[in-house]
């Protein structure tokens, strides 16, 4: 199954039962590593806030912000499908807005916009569609919700909140989503969510029953060795591998070491 490279690649996945692959990027160097490598798309997460940013929430991303880093990771993979996350209150304060935030996203080189929620902005998506723009939804845990929801916790574990979840997640097809992620929600609903709806599912800690799955590049790889959520399995060492290439670059200049003289002029 060739790479994702549109919209249509992301149905075609569905259909051919290919699990798609996403995963967070937020700069030009690590978007051209994730270019070469097998991922499908590249999604701009707010999640740079934390990531990026340090701070304990994305509750500071703004338009210009999550502009600037697409631009980045547009340049560094031209190649590749990009999702940009539209930031907190973006949808929420009426069509105009939404859309020149979606605007701003586009032209800085996203194919595809991220809402989080459903409620309450069900028209806004509809008409960012009906514009031309693709937007991809989110439901379950949403951490713009985060200081409604009380904190970043597992959602809809309960018969209320799983019938909740599956009706917003009709709706957002039928505004004209392409796919959603479904993030922090139990495997089973995850699963029946999938089996009911016609566009993907792309899970993070929803278990294995999504149509793909996506994970922030840096716990995937290692990079925070104080953040092991359950859900994120690492698939490489990355903070021991710094570490090290750090340490080694120290020994060497203070032994003198470095540089030698060939890497002089
Ligand atoms: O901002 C982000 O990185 C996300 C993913 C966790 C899905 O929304």
């Not at 070469?36 to 806030?49: E, I, Q, T, Y």
């Not at 916790?153 to 009709?170: C, S």
């Not at 990079?223 to 994120?232: I, K, S």
Request: aromatic share 6%.
């Amino acid at each position: 199954m060739p790479s994702i490279g549109s919209v249509g690649g992301f149905a075609a996945a569905k259909a051919a039962g290919a699990k798609i692959v996403m995963v967070t990027a937020y700069d030009a160097w690590s978007a051209r590593l994730m270019a070469d490598a097998p991922v499908d798309c590249l999604l701009v997460g707010d999640s740079a806030m934390m990531v990026v940013h340090g701070e304990k929430d994305t509750l500071g991303a703004t338009p210009e912000l999550m502009a600037l880093h697409t631009r980045a990771v547009a340049r560094g993979a031209p190649g590749t499908f990009i999702v940009a996350d539209m930031p907190f209150l973006a949808a929420r304060k009426g069509e105009a807005h939404a859309l020149d935030c979606a605007a701003l996203l586009l032209r800085a080189g996203a194919h595809a916009v991220k809402i989080e929620g459903a409620r309450g902005h069900v028209e806004v998506v509809r008409r960012l569609v009906e514009s031309g723009i693709p937007v991809m939804g989110h439901l379950g845990l949403t951490p713009q919700w985060v200081r409604g929801l009380g904190g970043f916790r597992v959602q809809a574990r309960d018969a209320e909140g799983a019938e909740r979840l599956m009706g917003d997640a009709a709706a957002l097809q039928e505004a004209g989503v392409f796919a959603i992620v479904l993030e922090c929600i139990p495997q089973g609903l995850a699963r029946e969510a999938t089996s009911a709806l016609g566009i993907p599912t792309i899970g993070i800690g929803a278990g294995a029953g999504c149509d793909g799955q996506v994970l922030v590049l840096h716990d995937m790889l290692g990079l925070n060795p104080d953040f092991r959520p359950r859900f994120a399995r690492r698939f490489a060492d990355g903070a021991a591998l710094v570490r090290s290439g750090a340490v080694r670059f120290s020994e060497a200049v203070r032994s003198g070491e470095f540089p030698a003289q060939e890497e002089g002029f």
